[in-house]
DNA sequence: AATATTTTTTAGATTAATCTAAAAATAGTA
DNA sequence: TACTATTTTTAGATTAATCTAAAAAATATT
């Protein structure tokens, strides 16, 4: 059987990260809807993961789809790919963050393993990626570390932004603006009740109001 | 109508360098031995590129192609693109000039212009490629060098190796163990007729016997 | 539990890119 | 020039990846 195609590659991807979000097996219709097809076309491509030698999908009829140990491997391997040319994109080619999700996106594709390889030396075997998430190394093992939402940071204690949870271009331009950026260091000083804004101390210096979606979205880890 | 596909690229590609080693509309038959297809394949993908907005190629049943303008435009950037991303692996990634063909080959297709433009960049805007060949610039011109093949090299006259013809990786390869890299130094002592070799002085130091097929698929500037 | 709603699968069609085999056109040669 | 050989095109088939519409299964609601 073949060379992994990048329809294939895709669809393991969506399922990766729906059964890690949910811990539940994938549906066609959430993978669809990540893929921007129909179920009916995901039912199919299952279908075909499966026949794959090994097998890179468990499916039952009607009950969802869960990535086997090869079909994890390669999604983790393309999520290592992803994260490794956003880094390339932000670090070396001077690109800013929201700008880079698409044009990693036909970069993960790229076959070559010597490749991947020598670009993470390139870049110092980097651990996390320009929206702090983390980037998985050779073997496919993320590296962990004990972050909070900036909502669940209590009053006065100091932290820095290590990533966000929301990675779309508007939110991150917006995060731009405030200067909110990876490495800020933020002390929440009063939570104000009456509308759900957070009144933030920002590098010592500067004070900043923020909603609560924003907090709700961003990552930051106590010092 | 889409996006251009990668198969229609290549098509493109294939025809444009037909047409420039040769002055003459491409051949069906030449165009499948580049893409490992079959005449009838071709046939078929050049009835797609003629009927694109704008049209990609000109062409006349049984009298071969040629691209048109747009056609041109795109086959250029594309070896822009091939050639930018070669040197990217052999200056910032420590690949050396045979492993590089097979990744540019897939990397060529990548399509966002901010990247290929903050590549350029980054890398300094080379004229060259790793093998010597020229890189279009971003309008799709060609930096012109006078350089000649080793075999026209007059006898004694000093020379620096631009260039390649043949860029296979066994001749690269080769070439790495003769110490003749872009850059060397390069003098004809002797062109013994006996058996068509060549005794040449490399940088000034040791003394070399090349065949004539090396000498032919070598290109140098005269000093 | 019976029915209605939603989700998933099946069936059948479409398009891009390829193939083989046969027909048509061009080129080469006696 | 007429015949032969080669090249190109046409015709028809195949596979991957998608679609729509309908059928079947699972889930939710009275």
Redesign the pocket.
Known sequence: M?PI????EN?LKAIFTLCEESDKPA????I?KI??????????????LSGKEPSLVN??????VRLTKAGKKLATNLIRKHRLWETFLVEKLNFSWDEVHDIAEELEHIKAEKLIDRLDEFLGRPKFDPHGDPIPDAEGNFTYRKQILLTELVKNQAAVVVGVLDDSPSFLQYLNKLNLVLGAKVQVLERVDYDGSNRILLNDQQEQILTNKVCQNLYVKTL
Chains 1, 2 share one sequence.
Request: proline residues 0%; positive net charge.
């Open positions: 073949n195609s990048k329809a294939e669809h549906s066609t219709n959430a669809a893929m921007k097809t129909k179920a009916a076309s995901v039912t199919a491509m299952i279908i075909r499916h039952q009829k009607h009950k969802g």
